[in-house]
């Protein structure tokens, strides 16, 4: 396989993770999920339950973020044809004021005149 191709296969991989995540985090909330861990013990005062679905939330969270991150670096490599520093390439392309999409060079804000 080429550079190009591992990279989709791996966007690939990234995607479908990122589609499984609501999923997953649906069924660790459903009550029969839940009810698992309801019992009748106190974390620093707080009910087990309540520490059960604030981690559930912060770890579908972080998950959600680093998800976000991978796919965000993937299609900036793709976009910037796979190079060594891809985020380099991003910041470049965003610039205000470039002259990227203009093909005489003039900024596409304006004319000299």
Do not use: E
Not at 36 to 61: E, H
Not at 75 to 83: E, I, S
Request: net charge neutral; charged share 15%; with cysteine.
């Amino acid at each position: 396989m080429t550079g190009r191709q591992d990279r989709l296969a791996g966007l690939g991989k990234t995607r479908d993770r990122a589609m499984v995540l609501p999923l997953l985090g649906f069924a660790l909330l459903m009550p029969p999920v839940g009810d698992i861990f309801q019992l009748d013990l106190k974390i620093a005062g707080v009910p087990f339950t309540l520490v059960y679905l604030f981690a559930v939330w912060a770890l579908l969270i972080a998950c959600a973020w680093t998800l976000s991150r991978q796919l965000g670096r993937a299609q900036v490599a793709d976009l910037t044809g796979g190079g060594v520093d891809a985020t380099a390439g991003a910041s470049a392309a965003a610039s205000p004021g470039g002259t990227a999409g203009s093909p005489s060079g003039q900024s596409a804000g304006g004319s000299d005149a």
